[in-house]
């Protein structure tokens, strides 16, 4: 945990200070490696790290500390291992970045991938890998209540959707902002059925979203409380939170014959195809969006691809709208 008093560690012996961690530490985002046996921290609260420039790497067992790559909001494991997702922000546009994490190493490196997703503005929570790997879901944004799923490892966009009614953009009437603060922040899961994702509402439901028919289904499960979150055990049974103060365990029967084993393979199998297509980013780059891939989905773009845009439609994503008026703008300039 960190806070005012720097970084502190709780252990069967007690509540300490991690050996090795900034006396001065205060992140704002915390994750442990798949081991467990190494802490990331963002932004980087060493001497040298530069802030957000970069991360720190802390080594639990034995007290040393070492930089890692920029990121941000949360670390998700994939279930295959081996394999994270992370979010590097900005206001303009977000890139959902993956990377390998070398198993039994110590410490835990974060090595970052070419390929990455880039998602419109900023404001999303830590990226959710479906339990059979074969799904990643990220929350939004900081304009409208946004869920997007993609599929994995192709990154093919399978659901796209916004909670509530869209954005009506800027000013804001009080009517719409107090729905967009009704929804919960922490209110999607995927459970232990494949291809389905959960979504808490405010009137206390969940709905049983199936990813492939995009067919939806309510369930009523809290009465008289909005859910305040939504989360998923490792065994896959539902905890749904309510604004009351109630708290409801579901376990949801499975059509599906699929076993865990069988899920473990699959996700191993998503995993490795991932890690196949693509490489790492040079260790020594100081700029890593000058090496990513990024895709929307259904779009591609290299880097010299995105520094040639120089117009877009009114459909194109904001950040891509941004871009092409920046580039354009240079070009007049020469």
Known sequence: MTGEDGLRQWTPAGVCEPEGAPATASYRSLAFSPDGQTLWGSPSCRDEGGGWESSDVLDLASGTIGAGPPWDTGIA?????????????????????????????????????????????????????SADGRHIAIRGNAYDNSVQVFEFPSLHPALATTLGDPSPGHPYPQEWLDQMEAWSRHNIAFGSRPGVLWIATPAGTLVEVDLETRQAVEHDVLTGSRSSALAATATGELLV???????????????????????????????????????????????????????????????????????????DPTWLQHRAAINEAQVQSE
């Open 77 to 129: 494991e994939h279930p295959g291992g081996g394999l994270v997702a992370t979010l590097a922000s900005d206001q303009g546009a977000t890139h959902c970045l993956f990377a390998r994490v070398d198993q039994g190493a110590a410490p835990a490196v974060i090595r970052p991938l070419l390929r990455a997703l880039i998602l419109d503005c900023d404001g999303y929570e830590t990226p959710l890998f």
């Open 241 to 315: 939170a309510g604004s009351g103060g109630d708290l409801v365990l579901l376990s949801v029967l499975s059509g599906s014959m699929q076993t865990r084993t069988a899920s473990r393979d699959v996700s191993r199998a998503a995993a490795i195809a991932f890690l196949e297509a693509t490489a790492e980013i040079p260790e020594d780059c100081d700029d890593l969006e000058t090496h990513l891939v990024l895709t929307d989905g259904i779009r591609t773009w290299e880097a010299d691809d995105l520094a040639a845009v120089t117009s877009a439609s009114a459909t």
